[in-house]
């Protein structure tokens, strides 16, 4: 990757107005340097390739594809949303693919997270490059490169958007937010009427909840992993707690404990709630939630999440323990 640096002079993005101008830069820029070429996209539905994608439409329109894999370990509604936003809301040219099957299958018996990670972020490629070598006179890449990715890299962005791209796929690039940082993408992604839901969407890592569904993954805790998820979810936003905390989630563990359902022994998974504030995701301190709340959130899961038996809450900041699990 070419190192690109940010201009002195650029100001911060922080309003509507500058995003516009940014916008109306970007768009004739991408125009000049696509002409009448196609464009690739692999859309995952976080903050960047959303925010690209939305910007690329507004510029070139049906010249975009945009190719969403859902490998089966989002988070509950994210692909749904991906296709009601784009391929419904956007009219985008949208190629939506189910591998669920071919991840989970891949994913079955093993344990080891380093291991999980590789096995997902392989696939991932695979799935992509049959998508685009069905694709006919594709010219350019579009990528969600950002600012503090250059910094941070010597050329290693690849695999975070695409999963490192096959090298007999030759493209070239083109990165529209990789002078912004990520508040300034954000701002952009309002600007250009993508739903606050999803210009505010916490980090996510690429394997998904796969590297929270921790241990061997199997599709009945995977399935209970999500719904208490969205338990989590739901109640920090409706608690006011959603853009206080930099990243929450539930992590549930392979093991079981006994419980008691309905007057009789039940075993069930723990759900472990993760609730960490961060500025550079270096360190990160443990978000004070409220007794009541984590109690209520305790008997939502604990009552509608078949599977689940207990919740637990990590208070560990970082270090020492990581912000993920695995």
């Given amino acids: 990757m070419e190192k690109f640096v940010r201009p002195e002079t650029m100001a911060r993005i922080t309003t509507q107005e500058l995003a516009d101008a940014f916008i109306a830069e970007q768009v004739a820029e991408i125009r000049a340097q696509v002409g009448d070429k196609k464009v690739l996209l692999a859309l995952s539905g976080g903050v960047d390739s959303s925010v690209v994608a939305a910007l690329l439409i ?3 329109g049906k010249q975009l594809v945009c190719v969403h894999v859902n490998h089966g370990l989002m988070r509950k509604g994210e692909s749904e949303q991906v296709i009601e936003v784009f391929g419904k809301e956007l009219d ?8 669920t099957d071919r991840f989970l299958d891949l994913l079955a018996g093993v344990a080891e997270p380093e291991k999980k990670r590789k096995i997902i972020g392989a696939e991932f490629i695979k ?5 685009a070598s069905k ?10 490169t950002i600012y503090p990715d250059i910094l941070e890299s010597d050329g290693v962005k690849a695999h975070h958007n695409v999963g490192g791209l096959p090298e007999d796929m030759e493209f070239s690039l083109v990165e529209p937010v990789k002078l912004l940082y990520k508040d300034e993408v954000r701002v952009v992604g309002e600007a250009l009427g993508l739903p606050h839901a999803m210009v505010y969407r ?26 208490a998820d969205a338990i989590l979810r739901e109640e920090f936003d409706k608690n006011g707690l959603a853009g206080k905390v930099w990243q929450y989630f539930i992590a549930v563990p392979d093991f079981k404990s006994v419980g008691v359902r309905d007057g009789k022994r039940y075993e069930g998974w723990p759900a472990i709630i993760r609730a960490v504030n961060t ?6 301190t443990i978000e004070e ?18 599977g689940i038996n207990r919740v637990l809450l990590d208070l560990t900041p970082k270090p020492i323990g990581t912000i993920e699990w695995e």
């Avoid at 694709?135 to 969600?144: D, P």
């Fill in 202 to 227: 916490q980090p996510f890592p690429g394997p998904g909840l796969g590297v929270r569904c921790l241990g061997a993954i199997t599709r009945d805790r995977l399935h209970a992993l999500r719904e």
């Fill in 135 to 144: 694709l006919e006179g594709i010219s350019f890449l579009a990528q969600g």
């Fill in 289 to 306: 939630i409220p007794y009541a709340l984590l109690h209520h959130i305790t008997d939502r899961i604990t009552h509608e999440v078949e």
């Fill in 92 to 99: 985008a040219n949208l190629i939506y693919v189910d591998a």
């Fill in 279 to 284: 500025t550079d995701a270096m360190s990160a």
């Fill in 127 to 131: 799935v992509f490059d049959e998508e």
């Fill in 58 to 60: 507004k510029a070139i």
